[in-house]
């Protein structure tokens, strides 16, 4: 499976203009042919950024124990960002502005940048053309954690399974406000060609 070429290419543009990642440099380039597609865990190095796909709105609203504090979470990414000497993070979320700039304000010493559609994008490819534009952008990332319990997410660990990432890099997810701090993590999957 593939995304569209026109959602990878603006997701591309993006990671160009802002998170300064291009595959060559990221070892993610594709092949033509899907089914030629073979790679190694841990032949990708990604973009030199942290992706974080951080699920609010109905997850945070509905009171669910797996789902962080903004300030939580900000922390974790701040920790990871040191450990891995990164500066930039690239934030996924259906959070509303305010919440997003909460978690910016709790980043403050690191650049945290988030894709925000023009309105001819918006209109042309709506919230599914989105999501996907957003989804490419964290796959191409150094280092990923996600929401638990998410399709969004999964769909993220998958295509980074797929360009070659190590699974360490890829399958993590933010533990919640009511979990141990060490909450199991997501299981990977292998590639089997």
């Not at 190095?45 to 124990?65: C, E, S």
């Not at 796959?139 to 319990?149: L, S």
């Amino acid at each position: 499976m593939r995304f569209a070429k026109h959602l990878t290419d603006i997701g591309d543009d993006f990671r160009r203009g802002f998170l300064n990642s291009d595959d060559k440099r990221d070892k993610t380039e594709v092949t033509e042919d899907w089914r030629d597609m073979r790679r190694d865990p841990g032949s990708a190095t990604g973009g030199p950024y942290i992706a974080v796909h951080l699920r609010r709105q109905d997850y945070a609203r509905g009171g669910r124990k797996d789902v962080p504090t903004l300030q939580a979470a900000a922390e974790h990414v701040e920790g990871l960002l040191k450990k891995l000497k990164l500066k930039i993070v690239f934030l996924a979320t259906d959070a509303p502005k305010r919440e997003i700039d909460e978690f910016k304000k709790y980043l403050s010493n690191f650049k945290v940048v988030n894709y925000v559609p023009p309105k001819v994008v918006l209109e042309k490819y709506m919230d599914g053309g989105v999501a996907i534009i957003d989804q490419w952008i964290c796959a191409h990332a150094r280092y990923f954690i996600g929401t638990g319990v998410s399709t969004f997410t999964f769909r993220i660990n998958e295509e980074r399974q797929i360009l070659g990432f190590d699974p360490k890099m890829t399958y993590n997810r933010f533990c919640g406000h009511a979990e141990e701090p060490d909450c199991e993590q997501p299981s990977a999957w292998k590639i089997v060609y």
